[in-house]
């Protein structure tokens, strides 16, 4: 029978997502995608794949697991199955000079961002472009907040660019980028499924730039995520053309806001993750209203347009 299988190479990042599948009699199946053997030229079983590979992979120590993903989904198209976020995706989640890019080109205001390759080239390319202002040092190929850091001078950099401390990003490429003063230390991030907006997310920074929704170990009183009616609708509706133009079906998009109101999105995170706490206090838990439920609800609906599968 055609069921969904989840491509992915994170244990910790599946049960939300199993619950929702089993409550709502989704059959399905994972493709733990660290390594494997696949014949290109026997067919993939039938069903829909939703790719769940993360950018930041390596740091679990599944090195090659993106360009084994990549290879998959080749197979996969091959043989004409239905990916929910398919290899155009797989390639924009690795990188974030491509979604600067893209988002750019459909008029989406990102930070200003400059890359770097070359350990000798960082210090002498924020000199050139951001001496004076504090600007953020992140890798292009990251993910959970990791390497990334705030400078607020050169000097301060050259001295962790020359330390023993400093790691040379996975694919080679750091990123210097402008950064964004906020009226209050908090991101905004906005989930999509089937390329349409679900609910937005704020939240707090104060503890530093590690994000990841469903590693919040907080336990003080302050919500670090609570969940908001929405965003402005003039980048609702931008974020949904990016998506479509894309071939995005599901992420998290996040976003800050300056003094003056402007939101600059800065990144695309396309294997999201949804906080269980902030979906509880918001009444939408164990519910197709939740992020694991819509997806859920998503996939199922992929299967019964496809095999007539309820």
């Known amino acids: 029978m055609a069921r969904a299988y989840v491509l992915h190479e994170n244990p910790l990042w599946l049960p939300p997502l199993a619950e929702a599948f089993d409550r709502q009699g989704l059959p399905w199946s994972e493709l733990f995608l660290d390594v494997g053997t ?6 993939p079983p039938e069903g829909v794949f939703y790719n769940r590979m993360s950018a930041s992979s390596h740091t679990r120590n599944h090195r090659y697991s993106a360009e084994l993903t990549a290879s998959v989904l080749a197979w996969l198209k091959r043989w004409g199955r239905k990916v929910v ?14 979604q600067y890019a893209e988002l750019e ?12 390759s070359g350990r000798d080239q960082i210090v002498s390319a924020a000199r050139k472009y951001f001496d004076g202002q504090p600007f953020i040092l992140k890798p292009n190929r990251g993910g959970r907040g990791e390497g990334v850091q705030l400078f607020k001078t050169v000097e301060s950099l050259a001295q962790y660019v020359e330390s023993d401390q400093y790691e040379t990003p996975i694919d080679g490429v750091e990123l210097l980028q402008e950064y964004i003063i906020a009226p209050r ?11 349409r907006f679900l609910y937005a997310v704020e939240v707090d ?16 009183k302050r919500e670090k995520f ?10 609702k509706t931008q974020l949904e053309s990016f998506l479509a133009s894309t071939g995005i ?6 976003f800050i806001t300056d003094v003056n109101g402007n939101p600059f999105v800065y990144d695309v995170n396309t294997n999201t993750n949804y906080n269980a706490e902030a979906e509880e206090r918001a ?15 998503y996939l199922g609906a992929e299967l019964y347009r496809l095999y007539n599968v309820n």
């Open 226 to 235: 609570r969940i908001i009616d929405g965003i402005p609708e003039q980048l």
């Open 105 to 116: 080109r459909l008029g989406i205001k990102t930070p200003r961002t400059v890359f770097v």
């Open 205 to 220: 920074t104060s503890d530093g730039f590690q994000l990841c929704p469903c590693e919040n170990t907080r336990e003080n």
């Open 249 to 254: 079906n599901i992420a998290g998009i996040e």
């Open 85 to 98: 976020n398919s290899q155009n995706v797989l390639d924009l989640e690795i990188s974030k000079v491509r």
């Open 185 to 195: 230390t908090f991101i905004t991030r906005a989930e999509f499924i089937n390329g």
């Open 283 to 297: 009444g939408r838990a164990g519910t197709e209203r939740s992020g694991p439920g819509a997806v859920a609800a």
């Open 38 to 43: 696949f014949d290109l030229s026997s067919p």
